[in-house]
């Protein structure tokens, strides 16, 4: 019997998985029609007394990365529509949320009916397969600072169609576009666009190359269209990656992305909660979730009066205090503290 066929050697290390960081070039980038989609993984927990339950998380999911990354090594390809990064088993996935939702019970039972309410779709298998382009979610955020939800949907919409404009193509024979809607994950709002065939961002390549006038006619202020260049050249640069913002230590990519002109803690923490998929963030600095807290305890948040010019329905001391009880899952602790408001909890104190 003839021995098997090897792979060589050489065709090996060409070969990129789709997973890797952005390193195709403008051409290539403008003819796909799927975002760059990969998978982050979830915040360390901190030790302590909960250390042998955490190190077990911690042992779950990197098993998990090492299944998601096997093709890597394998060379076995995945489907085109889901990376390896990002095609974590149902079982799996379901398991972490499971057991997510009841830590936070066992925590303060409190939290039961606000679970049984309101199912969280960001960490369910759905949320964690969908395609995420780092670049153009740190972007939609500056694009839709300081604006109204429409007028962020139709900047954005101008911004894309100044490196793809619409063609006829886009359109089917009856000249009516398929729909896809998004939900935003925090509001529970639902949003319908029109699908078409033509890519959905425009690469870091092409927004760093493009002149600042012509940025603006989108839309965007002088300001907003420096940021937006600002950061496409640090994905340019490699200063910022796909790659290193899914693996890289939560701190750091605080750190790092905080850096960029444009983006502060809010806006990150957010993107690290709801594109990142990190199980552990948890935002101090949210005036929603320090109401949803204050609700949680018991407070009359009706009563509660604006001092200084500045709402302040619980301390960031006894914010930080709760809400470390709930680690290593503060992410869904804090999407359930916007729900609070939605629910009685008081039944259960």
């Given at each position: 019997?003839?021995?098997?066929?090897?792979?060589?050697?050489?065709?090996?290390?060409?070969?990129?998985?789709?997973?890797?960081?952005?390193?195709?070039?403008?051409?290539?980038?403008?003819?796909?029609?799927?975002?760059?989609?990969?998978?982050?993984?979830?915040?360390?927990?901190?030790?302590?007394?909960?250390?042998?339950?955490n190190?077990h998380?911690?042992?779950?999911?990197?098993?998990?990365?090492?299944?998601?990354?096997?093709?890597?090594?394998?060379?076995?390809?995945?489907?085109?529509?889901?990376?390896?990064?990002?095609?974590?088993?149902?079982?799996t996935?379901?398991?972490?949320?499971?057991?997510?939702?009841?830590?936070?019970?066992?925590v303060?039972?409190?939290?039961?009916?606000?679970?049984?309410a309101?199912?969280?779709?960001?960490?369910?298998?759905?949320?964690?397969?969908?395609?995420?382009d780092?670049?153009?979610?740190?972007?939609?955020?500056?694009?839709?600072?300081?604006?109204?939800?429409?007028?962020?949907?139709?900047?954005?919409?101008?911004?894309?169609?100044?490196?793809?404009?619409?063609?006829?193509?886009?359109?089917?024979?009856?000249?009516?576009?398929?729909?896809?809607?998004?939900?935003?994950?925090?509001?529970?709002?639902?949003?319908?666009?029109?699908?078409?065939?033509?890519?959905?961002?425009?690469?870091?390549?092409?927004v760093?190359?493009?002149?600042?006038?012509?940025?603006?006619?989108?839309?965007?202020?002088?300001?907003?269209?420096?940021y937006?260049?600002?950061?496409a050249?640090?994905?340019?640069?490699?200063?910022?990656?796909?790659?290193?913002?899914?693996?890289?230590?939560?701190?750091e990519?605080?750190?790092?992305?905080?850096?960029?002109?444009?983006?502060?803690?809010?806006?990150?923490?957010?993107?690290?909660?709801?594109?990142?998929?990190?199980?552990?963030?948890?935002?101090?600095?949210?005036?929603?979730?320090?109401?949803?807290?204050?609700?949680?305890?018991?407070?009359?948040?009706?009563?509660?009066?604006?001092?200084?010019?500045?709402?302040?329905?619980?301390?960031?001391?006894?914010?930080?205090?709760?809400?470390?009880?709930?680690?290593?899952?503060?992410?869904?602790?804090?999407?359930?503290?916007?729900?609070?408001?939605?629910?009685?909890?008081?039944?259960?104190?």
């Amino acid at each position: 019997m003839p021995p098997p066929t090897k792979r060589p050697a050489a065709a090996a290390r060409k070969r990129k998985t789709p997973s890797d960081e952005f390193t195709h070039n403008t051409e290539q980038a403008a003819s796909q029609s799927a975002p760059h989609t990969w998978y982050a993984n979830d915040n360390h927990p901190r030790p302590g007394p909960g250390a042998a339950r955490n190190a077990h998380t911690q042992q779950r999911e990197a098993d998990r990365r090492a299944g998601n990354h096997a093709e890597a090594e394998t060379g076995s390809p995945q489907p085109a529509a889901v990376s390896p990064s990002k095609a974590p088993t149902a079982t799996t996935t379901t398991s972490i949320l499971e057991e997510a939702c009841a830590h936070l019970i066992s925590v303060d039972s409190r939290m039961r009916p606000l679970i049984e309410a309101h199912p969280c779709r960001v960490f369910s298998a759905e949320g964690l397969a969908e395609q995420i382009d780092p670049f153009e979610s740190l972007c939609s955020g500056i694009i839709s600072q300081q604006v109204s939800g429409a007028a962020a949907k139709a900047i954005k919409k101008r911004f894309v169609e100044l490196f793809f404009p619409p063609t006829p193509e886009d359109e089917d024979e009856d000249g009516d576009q398929e729909e896809d809607h998004h939900v935003n994950e925090i509001t529970g709002s639902s949003s319908t666009f029109k699908k078409t065939t033509r890519p959905r961002f425009p690469h870091p390549s092409q927004v760093a190359a493009c002149a600042l006038d012509r940025l603006r006619t989108a839309g965007l202020s002088q300001r907003k269209a420096e940021y937006v260049q600002g950061l496409a050249e640090r994905f340019v640069a490699g200063e910022l990656s796909a790659r290193m913002l899914a693996d890289a230590p939560y701190e750091e990519v605080i750190e790092k992305l905080t850096a960029v002109r444009g983006l502060g803690r809010w806006s990150v923490e957010m993107f690290a909660c709801f594109a990142l998929k990190r199980l552990d963030v948890f935002s101090l600095g949210d005036l929603g979730v320090q109401r949803g807290m204050a609700a949680f305890v018991g407070r009359d948040v009706a009563k509660l009066k604006n001092k200084g010019g500045k709402w302040k329905y619980m301390s960031e001391q006894d914010m930080r205090e709760l809400s470390d009880r709930f680690a290593p899952y503060r992410s869904l602790f804090m999407w359930y503290m916007w729900r609070v408001e939605e629910t009685d909890v008081s039944t259960m104190e």
